[in-house]
């Protein structure tokens, strides 16, 4: 994945300006495809110097406010990355080594404070997650693309829900051996 058709799709989606892309971007596509304002900025230009969207004057802005919508070029670029195949990222995770290296120096070693740390940050996501699909999935018909669009939130609740019992399931394990003194 790229952040360039991150955004193409976010245009697609909504032309809009660079700033309220920016904001868009944090609520939907950020959740799982982080980027800073600074570096949606600077890919708007290179989208814009390819061909794929053109910016215009937003009426009434004041200042440098531009509207950015996708042209058929980047749309043609987004259907062609679309039908791309590639193989899942490889897990890298601090974690999984600092629970080796516990296993490695012997229970004690303190792995726990970081396990809760993020049992707390998965449970505040879980939240987050839980409130979108109540404000935007629930008690209606969807559409076709929100149906999709809930299906990435299911995909994200699911995995937010694993780290928490993965979590849990680790503090329980780590007390356990403690308490047995292994």
């Given at each position: 994945?790229?952040?360039?058709?991150?955004?193409?799709?976010?245009?697609?989606?909504?032309?809009?300006s660079g700033m309220d892309l920016a904001r868009r971007f944090?609520?939907?596509?950020?959740?799982?495809?982080?980027?800073?304002?600074?570096?949606?900025?600077?890919?708007?230009?290179?989208?814009?110097?390819?061909?794929?969207?053109?910016?215009?004057?937003?009426?009434?802005?004041?200042?440098?406010?531009?509207?950015?919508?996708?042209?058929?070029?980047?749309?043609?670029?987004?259907?062609?990355?679309?039908?791309?195949?590639?193989?899942?990222?490889?897990?890298?995770?601090?974690?999984?080594?600092?629970?080796?290296?516990?296993?490695?120096?012997?229970?004690?070693?303190?792995?726990?404070?970081?396990?809760?740390?993020?049992?707390?940050?998965?449970?505040?996501?879980?939240?987050?997650?839980?409130?979108?699909?109540?404000?935007?999935?629930?008690g209606r018909e969807l559409s076709a693309a929100e149906q999709?669009?809930?299906?990435?939130?299911?995909?994200?609740?699911?995995?937010?829900?694993?780290?928490?019992?993965?979590?849990?399931?680790?503090?329980?394990?780590?007390?356990?051996?403690?308490?047995?003194?292994?």
């Amino acid at each position: 994945m790229s952040l360039p058709h991150a955004l193409l799709t976010s245009l697609l989606e909504q032309p809009c300006s660079g700033m309220d892309l920016a904001r868009r971007f944090g609520r939907s596509i950020g959740f799982f495809w982080p980027a800073t304002h600074q570096q949606i900025y600077k890919e708007l230009g290179k989208l814009e110097a390819a061909g794929w969207v053109r910016s215009s004057a937003e009426e009434g802005a004041r200042g440098r406010k531009r509207c950015y919508e996708v042209l058929p070029a980047g749309e043609q670029e987004l259907k062609r990355w679309v039908a791309e195949t590639d193989d899942p990222p490889p897990l890298r995770d601090a974690m999984m080594v600092r629970l080796r290296a516990e296993a490695a120096l012997g229970t004690g070693a303190g792995v726990e404070n970081d396990l809760r740390h993020r049992m707390a940050r998965h449970r505040t996501q879980l939240a987050l997650y839980e409130d979108i699909e109540q404000r935007d999935f629930t008690g209606r018909e969807l559409s076709a693309a929100e149906q999709l669009q809930y299906l990435i939130l299911q995909s994200g609740l699911a995995t937010e829900r694993e780290h928490i019992r993965f979590c849990e399931k680790a503090l329980a394990l780590l007390e356990a051996l403690e308490t047995a003194g292994v």
